[in-house]
């Protein structure tokens, strides 16, 4: 059987490249005692080279297209036909080790299904993953530079982040119009014990949520209004001059 043409509606972009495909798989760079969750398998371009090399690989793939021929082609594989965001990893996978994540995840979802793996961050060890390279640059965004906004501050708080290589266009179907990267997000990092993750994750959001203005104004108009008087740092300041650490701060004072 043919692959099946590309859906838009689910962001699909085959990698056809061999060379890319080995890349991918090296950096990931997958053990025997490894458990391997991939994110869109899709035509099973990395799920068979992964599946040579771990015991136990599960593939969540949201079209069902490809599900029996990638079953039939890779019997060692479970195969979970699902969307990956609202797919239960916890109450699905049954494993005493933690996860390694990997996949060409769709690039119109990747904020979302980043924000999936760090609400399940105690299930998983790591994930690599192929996003879009505009993306990449914004996850290991550093303080005071333009990259640097929600994205960099909370998956750095919980994660050690490196974009391993970028990648051309010319190695999907179809070729999409930007480029991409591969990223590596190591889940080793955690919040202090006094700073909850909701309260963290909400005050980063409501701080950049007018990233022009001080960060007096953001949180004057965010759900922490009431709260701005119990800030003693200076609120003149922008959401992206804060490091992570002073973000911890300005969270026990909200929270």
Not at 167 to 189: M, Q, T
């Amino acid at each position: 059987m043919s692959d099946p043409r590309p859906l838009k509606r689910f962001g699909q972009n085959y990698l056809k490249d061999h060379q890319t495909i080995l890349k991918i798989v090296r950096e990931f760079d997958p053990c025997p005692d490894d458990i391997v969750v991939e994110i869109g398998p899709g035509t099973g371009a990395l799920t068979g080279e992964i599946y040579q090399k771990v015991k136990k690989l599960y593939a969540v793939e949201i079209d069902f297209r490809v599900i029996e021929e990638l079953s039939f082609k890779y019997p060692m594989v479970h195969f979970i036909n699902a969307d990956f965001l609202k797919f239960e990893l916890s109450s699905a996978i049954h494993e005493e080790k933690k996860l390694r994540i990997v996949g060409n995840i769709p690039y119109n979802i990747t904020s979302p299904i980043i924000f999936k793996l760090i609400e399940n961050r105690e299930l998983i060890k790591d994930a690599m993953m192929m996003v879009q390279l505009e993306v990449a640059n914004r996850i290991i965004g550093t303080n005071s530079k333009k990259d640097y906004g929600i994205l960099a501050v909370i998956i750095n708080a919980f994660a050690t982040t490196s974009l391993r290589f970028k990648i051309s266009p010319n190695v999907f179907f179809p070729k999409p119009k930007v480029e991409s990267a591969i990223i590596h997000l190591d889940f080793n990092k955690n919040l202090p014990d006094d700073v909850s993750s909701k309260d963290f994750m909400g005050v980063v959001k409501a701080a950049f949520g007018n990233r022009r203005k001080i960060l007096k104004n953001s949180l004057s108009n965010s759900v922490y209004k009431d709260r701005v008087n119990n800030v003693k740092m200076d609120l003149t300041r922008r959401a992206e001059e804060l490091s992570i650490a002073e973000y911890f701060d300005l969270t026990r004072m909200l929270q």
